[in-house]
């Protein structure tokens, strides 16, 4: 391609273009150091300046309380799977447990990963759906001793999102790495919030915590140091050299975000673009969404062909058009198309138009 395509990739993703250009810039001489934003000490003045905007970016387009620590970390979700139930797990009243409600192969895997520090409970599951609904919270099976309820916010997979976050009486603990600042949170409903920052955000190697502070200082003793929060909040989560240029590309999409008018304004834009792709899937006769519509994702839009035999074309022809990585994730087939922050209207446009052109050739 001589021109940039529009990327549905689930992860890592898109970005927005000026913040590239302004990378690019930027490379070679950040700053007038005469140097790049990689080649510095992360304990520097020039990298501390932009790791604390960066913080205070962050805080402000989510409305973070003084309440809530925000911690810049590595190892992404799969990471804070284990990390999770090491720093909260000792809070259960009679002995390690979590309770879990399942909605998603994310979710399965952080089940399988705190089994290993205590029980894992899974209070609900929407298995038996294949994973295109949420289940009731009438019938969730939460547990009294449990230390917190684990949720994800947006199963990237198979496309099911939570439309509002559930209130219970224990601790929410939320993966949100697939719809964090796309939607206006209400930091207060939840006990922490996490995940790779590699889709809504910026590049692959810095996951965020965002973690209540009553919570921290609780961890399982055999917790490795940079596991544990409390450390971690105590030393400006740099007890070992963070992710520095992912920090300051997270930071310029901050401030493109500021500039977009916030996560508010991302959030209409978001339900503008994913209604426009659901409503071209349910008035097609070649489209289709299996995904309950009281939880299809804004974020990853899964759809499949009813004739499974044109699916190679479709992506073939896709990619033609510049239109690139729209296959579903193995596990579920047919189509996927990640529509991110980072994902412009005209993207999406250009991909109903081509489904549409698709469908008429059929
Ligand atoms: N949770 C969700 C919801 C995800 O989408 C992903 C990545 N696709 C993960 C966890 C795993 O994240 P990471 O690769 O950052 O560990």
């Given at each position: 391609f001589d021109r940039r395509v529009f990327n549905f990739a689930p992860g890592p993703a898109t970005l927005p273009e000026e913040v590239l250009k302004q990378a690019a810039d930027e490379m070679l001489n950040w700053n007038g150091l005469g140097m790049g934003v990689m080649e510095v000490s992360h304990r520097g003045k020039p990298f501390m300046a932009c790791y604390e905007e960066?913080?205070?970016d962050l805080r402000e387009l989510m409305n973070i309380p003084d309440s809530y620590a925000v911690l810049f970390l590595q190892g992404g979700a799969i990471g804070e799977n284990a990390a999770i139930p090491m720093n909260l797990m000792p809070l259960a009243k009679n002995g390690p447990k979590a309770d879990f409600v399942v909605t998603g192969i994310w979710g399965e895997k952080s089940v399988k990963e705190a089994a290993?520090?205590?029980?894992?409970?899974?209070?609900?599951?929407?298995?038996?759906?294949?994973?295109?609904?949420?289940?009731?919270?009438?019938?969730?099976?939460?547990?009294?001793?449990?230390?917190?309820v684990h949720i994800c916010s947006n199963e990237t997979v198979g496309g099911v999102e939570f439309q509002q976050v559930p209130k219970v009486s224990k601790p929410l603990v939320a993966d949100v790495s697939s719809n964090i600042l796309s939607r206006v949170f209400d930091i207060n409903d939840f006990g922490v919030l996490f995940g790779g920052a590699q889709k809504n955000i910026g590049p692959a190697g810095l996951s965020i915590v965002i973690v209540?502070?009553?919570?921290?200082?609780?961890a399982m003793p055999i917790t490795p140091m940079v596991w544990d929060w409390a450390k971690q909040a105590e030393s400006d989560s740099m007890l070992n050299t963070p992710p520095t240029?992912?920090?300051?590309?997270?930071?310029?999409v901050f401030k493109w975000l500021k500039r977009q008018g916030g996560v508010a304004a991302m959030e209409k834009q978001n339900i503008a673009k994913s209604n426009l792709l659901y409503s071209t899937i349910d008035s097609s006769g070649l489209f289709a969404s299996k995904?309950?519509?009281?939880?299809?994702?804004?974020?990853?839009?899964?759809?499949?062909?009813?004739?499974?035999?044109?699916?190679?074309?479709?992506?073939?022809?896709?990619?033609?058009?510049?239109?690139?990585?729209?296959?579903?994730?193995?596990?579920?087939?047919?189509?996927?198309?990640?529509?991110?922050?980072?994902?412009?209207?005209?993207?999406v446009q250009a991909l109903v138009e081509y489904m549409k052109e698709f469908e008429r050739g059929c």
């Open positions: 960066t913080l205070s290993k520090y205590g029980q894992a409970h899974v209070a609900a599951s929407s298995a038996n759906t294949g994973f295109t609904s949420i289940p009731d919270q009438k019938n969730w099976q939460l547990s009294d001793d449990a230390a917190y209540r502070k009553d919570l921290l200082g609780h240029y992912s920090i300051y590309l997270a930071g310029l995904v309950d519509e009281s939880c299809r994702s804004r974020m990853n839009v899964t759809f499949y062909l009813k004739d499974e035999k044109l699916n190679e074309a479709f992506v073939e022809g896709a990619a033609k058009q510049g239109l690139m990585n729209i296959k579903g994730h193995k596990s579920v087939g047919g189509m996927r198309a990640s529509i991110y922050n980072a994902m412009p209207m005209a993207g």
